[in-house]
């Protein structure tokens, strides 16, 4: 682990998202429209996290240790207590503890975590998986820039378009190791 611990607000949700991956969100509850105004007033990130038990509408739900965090880049407003958002993926981190507030925010103290080790090279197979699926579902289907020949860029834009689990997902979101991740 690195780095010292840091509050911030958790947003568990159905889906992992991944380092430099892009996140759209229609944001209605109070609880996360408050913790967006702050979020875009204070310029800080909030962490997403896959749910393990719960779910993303009404009691604030168990999120797992391992996520991301998510700085919001668009933002509109279509209509009152509505917030419409694109948020980018950053670090992962590992939630230390937990709080919930009156409202049903969770607020958490997380450590960010290292990137994971990078090989020297990409996984060819891996390489060629995305860049199909790039050509057929085009450049707009991932995050940009693209980097096939960044192993690390390439095993998260993976891990976002294959059709697998969110659990699997999360398995792929924990793994220190580029190369485990490719291989996986």
């Known amino acids: 682990?690195?780095?010292?611990?840091?509050?911030?607000?958790?947003f568990p949700?159905?889906?992992v998202l991944f380092p430099g991956g892009l996140l759209p969100l229609k944001i209605f509850e109070q609880r996360y429209v408050d913790m967006t105004k702050a979020c875009l007033r204070d310029a800080t990130p909030f962490g997403v996290c896959l749910i393990r038990e719960g779910h993303e509408v009404g009691q604030p739900a168990a999120p797992h240790a391992v996520g991301c965090l998510a700085r919001i880049e668009q933002w509109d407003v279509p209509h009152p207590n509505l917030?419409?958002?694109?948020a980018r993926g950053g670090d992962r981190f590992r939630i230390?503890?937990?709080?919930?507030?009156?409202n049903g925010l969770i607020t958490g103290r997380i450590t960010t975590l290292p990137e994971p080790t990078q090989p020297a090279d990409v996984d060819h197979a891996c390489q060629e998986v995305l860049r199909l699926a790039i050509e057929r579902a085009g450049a707009d289907s991932v995050s940009g820039p693209l980097q096939l020949d960044n192993p690390l860029w390439v095993s998260y834009r993976l891990a976002e378009i294959l059709p697998i689990s969110p659990a699997e997902?999360?398995?792929?979101l924990e793994l220190d190791?580029?190369?485990?991740?490719?291989?996986?």
């Open 1 to 10: 682990m690195s780095g010292t611990p840091l509050e911030l607000p958790l």
């Open 13 to 15: 949700l159905g889906t």
């Open 83 to 86: 917030f419409a958002v694109l």
């Open 96 to 102: 230390l503890d937990t709080t919930v507030s009156a």
């Open 169 to 172: 997902k999360q398995a792929l």
């Open 177 to 184: 190791d580029t190369v485990a991740r490719q291989a996986r």
